[in-house]
Nanobody, 117 residues
Framework: VQLVESGGGLVQAGGSLTLSCAAS????????MGWYRQGPEKKRELVAT????????NYADSVQGRFTISRDNAKNLMYLQMNSLKPEDTDVYYC???????????WGQGTQVTVSS
């Protein structure tokens, strides 16, 4: 499975961005997808996840109510709508797809999001 993120950039505080993740390859066994973020000298942290089947979502407390994760299974796309962005949201955002049965995680190359104050 190959993952490619897009949509990052520079935005002012209070603004919005939408990230996209395009998956290719054998995605049949993928059951959970998500977005993570990581800054310099920081641990990679979960932002949001969504199950492929039911679409059940889960959010980090820091983004709850501001970010929305969604997916389009027919097109192998996943999105992260980010509203009311804050400077502390500045990070590299990574797309993740997981095959929990086989215990395999796939990662994209990351896309930079920078929020100016």
């Amino acid at each position: 499975v190959q993952l490619v993120e897009s949509g990052g950039g520079l935005v002012q505080a209070g603004g919005s961005l939408t990230l996209s993740c395009a998956a290719s390859g054998s995605t049949f066994s993928i059951d959970v997808m998500g977005w993570y973020r990581q800054g310099p000298e920081k641990k990679r942290e979960l932002v949001a996840t969504i199950t492929k089947g039911s679409g059940t979502t889960n959010y980090a407390d820091s983004v709850q109510g501001r970010f929305t994760i969604s997916r389009d299974n027919a097109k192998n796309l996943m999105y992260l709508q980010m509203n009311s962005l804050k400077p502390e949201d500045t990070d590299v955002y990574y797309c993740m797809h997981a095959d929990r049965i086989n215990r395999v995680h796939y990662w994209g190359q990351g896309t930079q999001v920078t929020v100016s104050s």
